[in-house]
């Protein structure tokens, strides 16, 4: 695949240094298809694919980095600077070699995703490490309000977690609508992670702008494991959005009838309307779920 180019090819000195700095920032490691959410990005995100260094190039990307640190700053039609290519690969190397030349740890593409996110979206954590003891900020945040550590709990990696938590990782950090680390991982139904935000001081029944705690995610996608330990952990079974549903009407959405069974033991109350005045059982009887008639009519209605 072609290089993307960071100099000026109508200049012979400027192209042959581009060229060096290509040819040194190599990868390993084929980068993955694009992960991002946005199809329109994701079809317009180009993946460099390069192959393994050689000892020479490194000790070449080495003199670059200091006699052109200016290229080190150039970035391509994806806002990524030589820094983000590194970040992406396995080459740790590669990795230092780049910063060492490059003006900021912190630089962002047009997504407003800083080298850090790159190397938690690709899994690497020896990148991430790196990058974290070199000044990477954990809780930078990009246009659509994710940060590493949302990437991490999207990817199920406790380890990667547990790194941006011991470096200082908000988990407690407000993203897109007011959620936490603990929404999306409680919305995503992952057990261990929702533990593992909790021992490191997640707040249990933060509202987002909606008023929908992580229990009322939980329960309204089914996820029994989830719902059972924000229970057990105290979760407030009677919170309300901010149109008064329940936790028990977003539980007959798509939740289990054990979901629901649980949060009629641990207190649900079957008669809370919300705003419109539908009750739980009319969004039950509205989904034709009969298993969950029969778990409503088991118990007493006023």
Same mark, same amino acid.
């Given at each position: 695949?072609?290089?993307?180019?960071?100099?000026?090819?109508?200049?012979?000195?400027?192209?042959?240094?581009?060229?060096?700095?290509?040819?040194?920032?190599?990868?390993?490691?084929?980068?993955?298809?694009?992960?991002?959410?946005?199809?329109?990005?994701? =079809? %317009?995100?180009?993946?460099?694919? &390069?192959? $393994?260094?050689? @000892?020479?190039?490194? *000790? !070449? /990307?080495?003199?670059?980095?200091?006699?052109?640190?200016?290229?080190?700053?150039?970035?391509?039609?994806?806002?990524?600077?030589?820094?983000?290519?590194?970040?992406?690969?396995?080459?740790?190397?590669?990795?230092?070699?780049?910063?060492?030349?490059?003006?900021?740890?912190?630089?962002?593409?047009?997504?407003?995703?800083?080298?850090?996110?790159?190397?938690?979206?690709?899994?690497?954590?020896?990148?991430?490490?790196?990058?974290?003891?070199?000044?990477?900020?954990?809780?930078?945040?990009?246009?659509?309000? =994710? %940060?590493?550590?949302?990437?991490? &709990?999207? $990817?199920?990696? @406790?380890?990667?977690? *547990? !790194? /941006?938590?011991?470096?200082?990782?908000?988990?407690?950090?407000?993203?897109?609508?007011?959620?936490?680390?603990?929404?999306?991982?409680?919305?995503?139904?992952?057990?261990?992670?929702?533990?593992?935000?909790?021992?490191?001081?997640?707040?249990?029944?933060?509202?987002?702008?909606?008023?929908?705690?992580?229990?009322?995610?939980?329960?309204?996608?089914?996820?029994?494991?989830?719902?059972?330990?924000?229970?057990?952990?105290?979760?407030?079974?009677?919170?309300?959005?901010?149109?008064?549903?329940?936790?028990?009407?977003?539980?007959?959405?798509?939740?289990?009838?054990?979901?629901?069974?649980?949060?009629?033991?641990?207190?649900?109350?079957?008669?809370?309307?919300?705003?419109?005045?539908?009750?739980?059982?009319?969004?039950?009887?509205?989904?034709?779920?009969?298993?969950?008639?029969?778990?409503?009519?088991?118990?007493?209605?006023?």
């Amino acid at each position: 695949m072609e290089f993307v180019r960071f100099g000026t090819e109508d200049d012979d000195d400027d192209a042959a240094t581009q060229y060096m700095i290509e040819q040194s920032l190599l990868e390993s490691n084929k980068q993955k298809e694009e992960t991002h959410r946005d199809s329109t990005t994701r =079809d %317009s995100r180009r993946t460099v694919n &390069i192959p $393994s260094v050689p @000892a020479g190039n490194e *000790k !070449l /990307l080495k003199e670059l980095s200091v006699r052109h640190r200016a290229k080190f700053s150039e970035t391509d039609s994806r806002g990524w600077t030589p820094l983000h290519e590194a970040a992406a690969q396995s080459n740790q190397n590669i990795l230092e070699l780049t910063l060492n030349g490059s003006d900021s740890v912190q630089s962002r593409t047009l997504r407003g995703q800083t080298p850090l996110f790159l190397a938690v979206e690709g899994g690497l954590i020896e990148n991430a490490s790196f990058l974290l003891q070199r000044g990477a900020q954990p809780d930078s945040q990009d246009h659509d309000q =994710d %940060s590493p550590l949302l990437l991490a &709990i999207r $990817s199920d990696r @406790a380890d990667m977690m *547990k !790194l /941006l938590l011991l470096h200082g990782a908000g988990v407690n950090q407000e993203g897109c609508h007011g959620r936490r680390p603990l929404h999306e991982a409680s919305r995503q139904g992952k057990t261990a992670l929702v533990n593992l935000l909790l021992e490191a001081g997640a707040q249990l029944d933060p509202p987002s702008h909606y008023g929908l705690t992580p229990l009322a995610l939980a329960a309204q996608a089914g996820h029994l494991g989830v719902v059972e330990t924000l229970l057990r952990r105290g979760a407030d079974v009677l919170s309300q959005a901010q149109d008064e549903a329940s936790i028990l009407y977003e539980a007959c959405s798509t939740g289990d009838p054990a979901v629901i069974s649980l949060l009629l033991e641990y207190g649900a109350d079957a008669n809370v309307a919300k705003q419109t005045g539908h009750m739980p059982i009319h969004r039950v009887a509205h989904r034709g779920h009969l298993q969950y008639d029969i778990v409503f009519h088991e118990t007493i209605i006023c």
